[in-house]
């Protein structure tokens, strides 16, 4: 699936994951801190172990691995698009 880059005026476009419908290109990653970029990848890995575990969508540790990486995910995604406004 392509998606255009989150941040207004972006004209990026890339392949998000299957499961998430929004993009940030690898510019406006940069953007992002660190300490964000890293816990949103360790959340990310933590959470497609979670899929790959048996039984139901909904036990207590694979619906508390998916909220942690939403959580994160809406950080970076928040820390991306405030940066356009320290740009000019
Ligand atoms: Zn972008």
Known sequence: MTLRCIVPFCPKTGRG?????EFICRAHWRRVDR????A???AHAKASAADR????P?????V???????????????????S???AH
């Open 17 to 21: 994951d299957p499961d998430q419908e």
């Open 53 to 56: 575990l048996p039984g139901p």
């Open 64 to 82: 508390e691995a998916y909220k942690a990486v939403t959580d994160l995910w809406e950080r970076c995604t928040a820390q991306a698009l405030a």
């Open 84 to 86: 356009i406004h320290l």
């Open 35 to 38: 300490a964000t970029w890293r």
């Open 58 to 62: 909904d036990t207590p540790e694979k």
């Open 40 to 42: 949103y990848n360790a």
